[in-house]
C-alpha cells in the first residue's frame, strides 16, 4: 500500500496537472472522493482514460 504522500510525488512525476486533478479526485487525495461519472462528466474523459491514467500511475509507483 502506498501513503498519501508517495502518491502525491508520483503525480508530480509521472503526470500532467489534469491528470492529478483526476487521480486526486477518484482517490479522495487531499479531498472528498469523487463517483466515476462525476469524473467522467467534469474532466470530459472515458472510463478507459481514466484507466489508463490510473495504471501510468500505477507503474511508476511500482518503479521508485
Partial sequence: ???EEQISEALHKCC?????????ARF???QTSCAIEEIKMTYMITIDELKKIEA???????KN
Wanted: proline share 0%; no cysteine.
Fill in 1 to 3: 500500500m502506498y501513503s
Fill in 16 to 24: 500532467t496537472d489534469k491528470e492529478a486533478q483526476i487521480i486526486k
Fill in 28 to 30: 479522495g487525495i487531499g
Fill in 56 to 62: 501510468k500511475l500505477l507503474r511508476f509507483l511500482k
